[in-house]
């Protein structure tokens, strides 16, 4: 059985995090108290001897675990607790009672995957998802990060863009966010070499920036040149110098390549 110091502080999590806005530093004291119990008790890697309500205790604070590690921005964390969490889904899934937050973090940690550009990951973590393929697209949860890597490969960035506010869950806004990140730094490397300037509202829009002043400190970031009366930005160029072209060299060796092939004829 649970200690009553495990439960105590149990309590105290719960409404830590289910305050609002919650309380995050208080939350994060709590967690690191709570895994040395789960560890004194033998809940964090359970061996089948815990009781039941042990072991939901148990798989509830590692779900709790993660879910602040998202809002607290910590993706390590959140790695860590998510594969704690696996056990529990799989090992006693047939024992335990299922918990609604389970496809919420499995989707989440697809779209984690996305993010970290583990494409081979991500589709093997897919197919071991314990749900039927026909039923994949009717879990929101999972619908999401399946959509969002669809759209990338696809290089429809726009409808990634929106996918934010279809979220299914809070904090999947912020690994959206990262996602648009990466995109937009793929886009603005692209600008840097396809043009020498561009009009600053064509520039925002490429990029998803909503707001002049979003895109004037990206701009800083980058290094681009503002020039606000001409409504231009003018991108910095890393390499100006143009590589001159052996024309002689490139002639005389392609003369020789043909005089072999006739001597092989």
């Known amino acids: ?64 675990g993660a879910f602040w590690s998202i809002r607290a921005k910590d993706v390590p964390s959140f790695d860590r607790y998510f594969s704690q969490l696996h056990t529990f889904y799989t090992d006693y899934r047939s024992s335990l009672p299922p918990s609604k937050r389970e496809f919420p973090l499995r989707g989440l940690n697809l779209v984690r995957l996305l993010i970290q550009n ?55 806004k912020y690994f959206v966010d990262s996602l648009m990140g990466t995109i937009r730094n793929e886009i603005a490397s692209c600008e840097e070499v396809a043009y020498e300037s561009l009009p600053i509202k064509d520039v925002a829009t490429l990029l998803f920036f909503s707001s002049q002043s979003e895109l004037l400190k990206y701009a800083q970031e980058r290094g681009w040149q503002v020039d606000l009366s001409a409504g231009l930005i003018r991108f910095a160029r890393k390499n100006d110098e143009q590589m001159e072209i052996p024309k002689q060299k490139l002639i005389e060796a392609n003369l020789a390549y043909a005089r072999e092939l006739e001597q092989i004829v």
Request: net charge negative.
């Open 1 to 64: 059985m649970a200690s009553r110091q495990l439960q105590t502080l149990y309590r105290d999590l719960q409404r830590a995090f289910d305050a609002w806005p919650t309380d995050l530093k208080k939350c994060g004291v709590l967690l690191a108290q709570l895994k040395i119990n789960l560890i004194e008790t033998g809940l964090l890697l359970p061996n089948g001897e815990a009781s039941l309500n042990d072991m939901v205790i148990a798989r509830d604070i590692l779900e709790i």
């Open 118 to 172: 583990r494409i081979a990951d991500f589709h093997t973590t897919l197919e071991s998802l314990p749900l039927p393929a026909d039923e994949i697209n009717l879990n929101p949860y999972i619908r999401h990060p399946v959509n969002l890597e669809r759209w990338l490969m696809e290089g429809s960035y726009s409808k990634v863009w929106n996918a934010r506010e279809e979220a299914p869950a809070e904090e999947y």
